[in-house]
């Protein structure tokens, strides 16, 4: 299996992972025949790159962080939990919510039971392979990125608990913000994006004094779009005076943003959006918390295509945990992009002079 961007993904080509619709079930099987329409409509959809069969990469299997199950009961309790509040604009008063903090509670046991499995799991784009809402998927992708830091940090599991519910609600104030400006296409007006600035101030008046949700994950809300340097917003707080939660918020809601395909932009590759991330280290964000993200993230996904500064072409079969820009890759074709007969693996962590000089994207800019 290989993760082919969409605009060279082909007809003919199969499906090698399955893909959920907005309500969690299957959109499409694995193994599905694409088609020009079927290409054309899950672009349409934002998705930027497939799963796809090849047998060339055959037993690659894509390392789920969270099980399906989980995935499934996160993303339908962070749905329903949303659009509650979307409908309720103005009718909230202290203690409205307490069945938010119980049911988000049982979410983060899944999600923590799944990741204590997995303890060395990587940050890997977790947004692949749904077509759902995207603040959805967001606040997931978020909470799962923190939590994966957190752990990596030294965080108790009531710290984690508590770090992973402001990383699920970190945006629960863009409920409170119109449509038209949340969901418009081109850029803001300064008018709108004060608007949606104010999502920060909502969600912690929202959380504030709920109480099944510790007052720190109000402040996550209200802090999250907050920087190092006193630039961020609504108050402009600068170094300690962000609470440390807000701040690996901050970092993960950043990556996932870029990481993610918006219907204004394309979705930027794990390699460009920790070097983006890090244009801002010192100023932006805390520097030793960027350093590490910055390990735990796989930075060339599972199953992307690479080229080398050999002049071939491979797949990106393993993650090695301890040099992840270092993988193992299967070798496709020679110098002169000639398919090779018999591919054949290089571990990059031991062979030092083989580098990864460019990430197929299908575009011609990265
Ligand atoms: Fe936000």
Same mark, same amino acid.
């Given at each position: 299996m290989r993760m082919m961007p969409i605009s060279m993904c082909r007809p003919g080509m199969k499906l090698g992972k399955r893909i959920y619709a907005d309500d969690g079930i299957v959109l499409l099987a694995e193994g599905v025949e694409l088609t020009d329409s079927l290409i054309r409509r899950l672009g349409d959809k934002g998705i930027s790159y497939l799963y796809i069969e090849d047998p060339r990469t055959e037993g690659v299997e894509m390392?789920?962080?969270?099980?399906?199950?989980?995935?499934?009961?996160?993303?339908s309790c962070i749905? !329903?939990?949303?659009?509650?509040?979307?409908?309720?604009?103005?009718?909230?008063?202290?203690?409205?919510? @307490?069945?938010?903090?119980? !049911?988000?509670?049982?979410?983060?046991?899944?999600?923590?039971?799944?990741?204590?499995?997995?303890?060395?799991?990587?940050?890997?784009?977790?947004?692949?392979?749904?077509?759902?809402?995207?603040?959805?998927?967001?606040s997931l992708n978020v909470c799962v990125y923190s939590v994966l830091l957190g752990m990596a940090y030294g965080y108790n599991s009531e710290e984690l608990t508590t770090l992973g519910l402001g990383a699920l609600l970190h945006d629960v104030g863009k409920t409170q913000i119109s449509m038209q400006v949340l969901l418009k296409p081109g850029q803001l007006t300064d008018r709108e994006y004060e608007e949606m600035k104010r999502h920060t101030e909502r969600g912690f008046f929202l959380l504030k004094d709920e109480p099944n949700i510790p007052l720190i994950v109000a402040h996550c809300a209200y802090q999250?779009?907050?920087?190092?340097?006193?630039?961020?917003? @609504?108050?402009?707080?600068?170094?300690?005076?962000?609470?440390?939660?807000?701040?690996?918020?901050?970092?993960?809601?950043?990556?996932?943003?870029?990481?993610?395909?918006?219907?204004?932009?394309?979705?930027?590759? @794990?390699?460009?959006?920790?070097e983006t991330l890090y244009t801002g !280290?010192?100023?932006?964000?805390?520097?030793?918390?960027?350093?590490?993200?910055?390990?735990?993230?796989?930075?060339? @996904?599972?199953?992307?295509?690479?080229?080398?500064n050999t002049g071939q072409t491979a797949v990106v079969v393993d993650i090695n945990a301890a040099s992840a820009h270092r993988p193992v890759v299967r070798v496709l074709t020679d110098e002169a992009g000639v398919d090779l007969k018999t591919p054949y693996d290089i571990d990059l962590s031991k062979q030092l002079s083989v580098m990864i000089t460019k990430v197929e994207t299908g575009r011609s800019d990265r």
């Open positions: 390392p789920e962080i969270l099980s399906e199950e989980t995935q499934r009961q996160a993303l749905r !329903s939990v949303f659009r509650d509040l979307v409908d309720q604009p103005g009718k909230r008063h202290a203690g409205t919510y @307490p069945y938010v903090g119980r !049911s988000l509670r049982q979410v983060m046991h899944l999600v923590m039971e799944d990741l204590q499995r997995n303890r060395d799991a990587m940050i890997m784009l977790m947004n692949l392979h749904t077509v759902d809402h995207y603040l959805y998927m967001h999250h779009h907050e920087r190092l340097n006193g630039s961020g917003y @609504p108050r402009g707080l600068k170094g300690d005076e962000i609470h440390e939660y807000a701040k690996w918020i901050g970092i993960v809601d950043s990556y996932d943003a870029m990481t993610s395909h918006r219907v204004y932009r394309d979705a930027m590759l @794990p390699h460009r959006a920790v !280290s010192g100023t932006l964000y805390d520097t030793s918390m960027l350093k590490l993200f910055r390990d735990k993230v796989a930075i060339y @996904p599972l199953g992307i295509t690479v080229k080398l």
